[in-house]
């Protein structure tokens, strides 16, 4: 579901409910601004939906995407 900021804001609420069956989409002043989605509370499942859509040339284990995501972090 696609709604405003401002309908979000004053139907909280109401989206808060929605958002346990689908996504809802944030605009403001027209474009796409933010995605509210359901939380996973399995958190590999949601790694490995992930994983794949960076292209790279070599394998890359979980390891080498915890320190790429932490070097980003803190600027190494």
Same mark, same amino acid.
């Given at each position: 579901m696609?709604?405003?900021a401002t309908e979000f804001k004053?139907?909280?609420g109401k989206y808060l409910d929605?958002?346990?069956q689908e996504d =809802?989409?944030?605009t403001k002043n027209g474009k796409i601004v933010?995605?509210?989605i359901k939380p996973e509370d399995d958190r590999i499942k949601i790694l490995e939906s992930l994983v794949g859509?960076?292209?790279t040339d070599?394998? =890359?284990n979980l390891n080498d995407i915890r320190e790429e995501r932490l070097a980003r972090q803190?600027?190494?």
């Open positions: 696609i709604v405003t004053t139907n909280f929605l958002v346990s =809802v989409l944030l933010a995605q509210v859509f960076a292209k070599k394998e =890359v803190w600027d190494f």
